[in-house]
């Protein structure tokens, strides 16, 4: 299944990752016919988890308050390169 250079240009931008070798897509091509298996399981009947944790009802969850913030800029200027607010790092 070939990938359009639309999505392309839309996947890297989300994943900060260089598709434009051919062992980039080449590796995109491979995840993605990985990925097409799970079409072929039935789900129906199946309800929706947002974990995988089955008995995630049990666990305790705390607040979430914040105690400290507004530091986004002294946070990216221990980055060496950033895109958007977000530190980059290498591949892999």
Known sequence: QKVSVEVLDH???LALVDFRDSEGVERLQKAIQFA???HEVNTDGVEPM???LEDR???Y???DEVTEGNCTKELL???RETVEE???APPG
Do not use: G
């Open 57 to 59: 009802w049990c666990l």
């Open 77 to 79: 200027e221990n980055a």
């Open 50 to 52: 947002d974990s995988v």
């Open 86 to 88: 977000y530190f980059v």
């Open 61 to 63: 969850l705390r607040e």
């Open 36 to 38: 097409d298996q799970l």
């Open 11 to 13: 996947l890297e931008h």
